[in-house]
């Protein structure tokens, strides 16, 4: 069983910029959920995808954009990058019927 | 809005001592509650959710929802429970979204 693969580690951005983030699941989940994790700070919901459709957002701009593929592999697009957007980004993969989720070891975006 | 607050930012305990980690919650409806761990450079990872009922590594939590709480103890820490330790609400509907208190780091002392 394949565990929740995030890429790329780390990647530093300036501000403006956009930036993708990649999340494979986990071998039989069909659901994707993306957090951002301040420093200090607990995950916080961004948006949960299932069956390539969003499934449920939190509070966040519409310049945080998602995809999920028909392998149920994810992406995470933020435009216009700003620099409160530095934080480690998780991505937590799941049943939809189960909430248990299954995260991802992250990525760490720098925003400059 | 659903708020899940753990008022301790750090606990240090010696190794053998009882711990107990603080979890509240503030939801209308009937919340489904957890416990994340997050070890030195490993990934988080669910500990034990109350519907389940189970003892994970002699962890037990139970939700009272009169206190709105779900506190976390073990009656003899071990050095190897020194992690971060997150609560996490589910508020149920057709996306399990969880929100997540701020976690508080445990340090278990030889």
């Known amino acids: 069983e394949t565990g929740v693969t995030q890429s790329p580690t780390h990647l530093i951005k300036t501000r403006g910029q956009q930036v993708t983030l990649r999340c494979s699941s986990q071998?039989?989940?069909?659901?994707v959920s993306w957090y951002q994790q301040a420093l200090g700070q607990g995950p916080q919901f961004i948006f949960q995808?299932?069956?390539?459709?969003?499934?449920g957002r939190g509070n966040f701009p519409p310049r945080f954009s998602g995809l999920q593929f028909p392998n149920y592999s994810s992406e995470l697009n933020v435009n216009a990058l700003e620099l409160d957007d530095s934080a480690l980004y998780l991505c937590?993969?799941?049943?939809?019927?189960?909430?248990?989720?299954?995260f991802g070891p992250g990525t760490r975006l720098t925003v400059l | 809005a659903q708020r899940v607050t753990q008022p301790e930012k750090l606990l240090s305990v010696f190794k053998g001592a009882p711990v107990e980690l603080k979890c509240n919650y503030s939801?209308?409806?009937?919340?489904?509650l957890f416990w994340y761990v997050q070890y030195s450079r490993q990934r988080l990872q669910l500990l034990l959710r109350?519907?389940s009922r189970e003892s994970i590594k002699g962890f037990t939590a139970d939700l009272n929802k009169g206190e709105t709480s779900f506190h976390l103890k073990k009656p003899f820490a071990q050095e190897e429970d020194s992690a971060m330790y997150y609560c996490?609400?589910?508020?149920?509907?057709?996306?399990?979204?969880?929100?997540f208190g701020k976690g508080t780091l445990l340090t278990v002392n030889p």
């Open positions: 937590a993969s799941s049943l939809l019927q189960n909430n248990e989720q299954f």
């Open positions: 995808y299932y069956r390539e459709e969003e499934n």
């Open positions: 996490a609400l589910d508020s149920g509907g057709s996306n399990y979204k969880l929100t």
């Open positions: 071998s039989g989940h069909n659901t």
């Open positions: 109350h519907i």
């Open positions: 939801y209308s409806g009937s919340p489904e």
